[in-house]
């Protein structure tokens, strides 16, 4: 099972960035499509990106998709989430998975989950 590590989080204006990483360990990293999923307090979690094996494909959120990109770096283990032009419902804590199959917008299609780093977007 890969054990992910998310970081990258904070707390930031409204209209600033942030980009956060998921680091993966284990030699398999490559052969899973990446997800980054949040959770707003009091809200379920949500799709925000996912982005495939070799990223030929990247998928989106409606309400992120102009303003996040979703990139991965296989030699380093790694998935980013670059977030722009942030708003204060981007409030959430973000995690990655590891997408086990079906349709990407699922979180039930992901098995191995981080354990999260907030972003706090303040008005």
């Known amino acids: 099972q890969v054990q992910l590590v998310e970081s990258g989080g904070g707390l930031v204006q409204a209209g600033g960035s942030l980009r956060l990483s998921c680091a993966a360990s284990?030699?398999?990293?490559?052969?899973?499509?990446m997800g980054w999923f949040r959770r707003a307090p009091g809200k379920e979690r949500e799709f925000a990106a996912a982005?495939?094996?070799?990223?030929?494909?990247?998928y989106y959120a409606d309400s992120v998709k102009g303003r996040f990109t979703i990139s991965r770096d296989n030699a380093k283990n790694t998935v980013y989430l670059q977030m722009n032009s942030l708003k204060p419902e981007d409030t959430a804590v973000y995690y990655c998975?590891?997408?086990?199959?079906?349709?990407?917008?699922?979180?039930?299609?992901?098995?191995?989950w981080g354990q999260g780093t907030q972003v706090t977007v303040s008005s």
């Open positions: 284990g030699r398999t990293f490559s052969s899973y499509a």
């Open positions: 998975a590891t997408h086990n199959s079906g349709v990407y917008y699922y979180t039930e299609n992901y098995a191995s």
């Open positions: 982005i495939t094996r070799s990223c030929a494909y990247t």
